[in-house]
């Protein structure tokens, strides 16, 4: 199945772009702007050399939106520079996640990614010096209430965000790449063992496999659905940049190390639909192996195909709202016991009360 | 064809569904149901024409009545709002500050999406194809300056934004409406006293707002680029003397940066780009308490010397 609007289809296909119409423009530069994935198309469009051949109204807005990303770059690779200042006395491993490892690794997936946080996965038995040290070198909490603190530290996977006085970049310390209190446990010992070091820069990043494997646990699985087409077309951009032979192998057997194969099966799953992502024959079977039930399926393929398009005025709203709900009430089922969910919502729901009343 | 072509009745109408108003380097859909907006929307931008593109906008502008709670505000103290795409910069406000909002989120939409261009605060005039920048602060006199200029036989080419293409350091006009505040509307209403002018908006936290109508040479000229050749950062000074002071380059290039709404984040570009105007550039600080020194001193101004 090919679905989709005209924005999954410029991702999938590139080389449809210089035959869009202006007002197929209108509705898909709004769009990508609003998924954070206009420098993307940027990226796209340079790579296949189409640049030149877009009128030059479109070519002006990718190109600001270039200019943004490149500023993002320079900063985050300044950020990067100034925690490894404040944590070169600790000898811990410092392992970039997400956009900052994409970034400093020179992978394709840091094309025309928009960012601008940090994330870092430190052992767990350091992350009080790590936070301290932090702390030490200018970077504050960033003012949450007392619940959302207690939230973060207990039962999350990483610290409450940190920002540095003097900068704008948020830093999200993690211990783990998912939850503790969640169903999926995967051992955060094992990444960082396999992860491997950036020349004799100090830094790390995860493994091919096990980077590919937090980009899909993040899809579906975060509470912001709006970034998931995102996420989505860095899953597609690492996929097809780490596609050499022992790639796929170690993909599936660490998914079952690490006990991430849902998330790796409804990852490839909707990259290889929605952005026609290759994927190798040969690991079919051990998919295959991964999937959920298939009313399950059939239920997330209708959830996620209204939901990760970006809004526009033809879209059907009201189909597209209550996917999102249905998709973010699994992820709070996914990432706590029933138990503890009842009393997270709970607590959430008088909040918003005392705020709007 | 052009807005002021189009009926008073049928422009509202178009509004209401949403008009792609090609304003040089930008097109912007304006999308209201307010039909005092849609008034000086054709008076305001009488001479510019409809984008006949095919739908492709830069700026989504909507700008509208919010209802409120319980849909009060439909009736009472009525307030505008503005949405852009998915953001809303702007608290809402009094209805009667539709127009200064429409043109302020024009403003905001160019100044956070439009990094083609090196943008600078300023206003910018051009005379036998070469470009005066003033920038300036807020209270500076930039915008009487302008719009005094503008109506003496300078080209209007912006009222707020220099946009300079990095490529070859040319200003791009965009030659919309001039803000006027305060004392400076009925300045500019004695110095020219045929131009169009808004009704006053009293009570905006910039005081009281009006608009100049951009002169309909200027517009015709929208895309007709020019090069730098005078900076000239103003400063108005009630009963002084009027005095125009040369100032060295190095300087002029950190004021010039500091009046920049993207110099940083476009790094060795904006670097480069802001250099070579400099270069390029005769730069002087200008104090000023009447109009008709400013344009006898800045119109004496001799060109800069060519850069090798």
Redesign the interface.
Same mark, same amino acid.
């Not at chain 2, 593109?53 to 830069?58: C, F, P, R, S, T």
């Not at chain 2, 999406?113 to 083609?116: D, F, H, I, L, V």
């Given at each position: 199945m090919r679905d989709g609007g005209t924005l999954l289809r410029l991702l999938r296909d590139p080389g449809a772009m210089p035959a869009l119409a202006p007002a197929e423009w209108d509705v898909v530069l709004r769009q990508a702007r609003h998924a954070s994935l206009l420098a993307r198309l940027e990226a796209l469009a340079e790579s296949a050399g189409l640049l030149a051949t877009l009128p030059s109204r479109v070519r002006a807005r990718l190109e600001s939106a270039r200019a943004n990303v490149d500023q993002q770059h320079r900063l985050i690779r300044w950020e990067v520079t100034r925690i490894r200042r404040a944590l070169r006395d600790l000898d811990v491993p410092l392992v970039l996640l997400k956009g900052a490892a994409y970034l400093h690794a020179e992978l394709p997936a840091a094309r025309g990614r928009q960012f601008n946080d940090v994330d870092i996965l430190v052992p767990v038995e350091r992350l009080r010096d790590v936070e301290a040290a932090l702390l030490r070198a200018g970077w504050e909490s960033t003012g949450m209430s007392a619940y959302d603190e207690r939230y973060y530290r207990e039962w999350s996977h990483e610290l409450p965000p940190l920002v540095h006085k003097d900068r704008q970049i948020v830093l999200d310390v993690h211990h783990n790449i998912l939850p503790p209190t969640g169903r999926l446990r995967p051992d955060p010992r094992r990444l960082l063992e396999a992860a491997r070091p950036l020349g004799e820069s100090g830094l790390r990043v995860l493994a091919p496999a096990d980077m590919t494997l937090h980009c899909a646990c993040h899809l579906f699985q975060s509470g912001e659905l709006h970034k998931s087409l995102r996420d989505l077309s860095d899953l597609d951009a690492l996929v097809r940049g780490f596609a050499a032979a022992p790639f796929w192998a170690e993909l599936t057997a660490r998914a079952r190390v690490l006990d991430v194969e849902r998330p790796l099966y409804y990852g490839l799953r909707f990259a290889r639909r929605l952005l026609g992502t290759p994927v190798a024959p040969d690991v079919e079977p051990a998919l295959a192996r991964m999937a959920p039930p298939p009313p399950v399926r059939a239920a997330m393929d209708a959830l996620v195909g209204l939901a990760i398009e970006p809004d526009h005025p033809t879209r059907p709203r009201r189909r597209i709202g209550l996917a999102r709900r249905l998709l973010s009430v699994r992820h709070h089922w996914l990432r706590m016991p029933p138990l503890m969910l009842a009393r997270h919502l709970t607590h959430k729901a008088l909040a918003r009360g005392r705020d709007t009343g | 064809m052009k807005v002021g072509d189009v009926g008073a009745h049928e422009l509202a109408g178009r509004l209401r569904g949403g008009l792609d108003l090609d304003t040089g380097p930008f097109?912007v859909r304006i999308e209201t149901p307010i039909a005092a907006l849609a008034e000086e929307v054709r008076a305001l931008y009488r001479d510019f024409p409809l984008d006949e593109? &095919? &739908? @492709? *906008? %830069?700026f989504?502008v909507v700008v509208l009545h919010p209802p409120g709670p319980l849909g009060l505000r439909r009736w009472w103290r009525r307030q505008a709002t503005v949405i852009l %795409? #998915?953001d809303r910069p702007f608290e809402p406000l009094p209805a009667d500050m539709a127009v200064p909002m429409l043109e302020w989120s024009i403003n905001w939409c160019a100044a956070t /999406? *439009? $990094?083609?261009y090196v943008m600078i605060h300023a206003a910018v005039l051009e005379r036998d194809g070469r470009a005066l920048v003033l920038p300036g602060v807020t209270g500076a006199g930039k915008s009487t300056l302008c719009a005094g200029l503008a109506h003496r036989g300078w080209r209007l080419l912006s009222d707020e934004f220099a946009l300079i293409r990095p490529g070859d350091g040319a200003l791009m006009p965009w030659p919309r409406p001039i803000s006027l505040k305060n004392v400076s509307i009925d300045v500019i209403r004695r110095w020219a006293p045929d131009a169009y002018l808004s009704t006053p908006v009293p009570n905006t936290n910039k005081g009281t707002v009006a608009h100049v109508r951009p002169p309909a040479d200027s517009v015709r000229r929208a895309a007709e680029p020019a090069a730098p050749a005078w900076l000239v950062f103003p400063t108005f000074e009630a009963g002084a003397a009027p005095a125009l002071t040369r100032v060295p380059k190095a300087r002029a290039f950190f004021r010039l940066a500091d009046c920049s709404f $993207?110099y #940083?984040? @476009? &790094?060795i /570009?904006g670097f480069r780009t802001l250099s070579r105007m400099i270069d390029g550039c005769d730069s002087f600080e200008f104090r000023y308490s009447r109009l008709d020194d400013a344009l006898r001193l800045v119109g004496a101004l001799p060109l800069p010397p060519a850069i090798a």
């Open positions: - | 097109v593109g &095919g &739908g @492709l *906008a %830069d989504h %795409d #998915e /999406r *439009a $990094n083609q $993207n #940083e984040s @476009l &790094g /570009r």
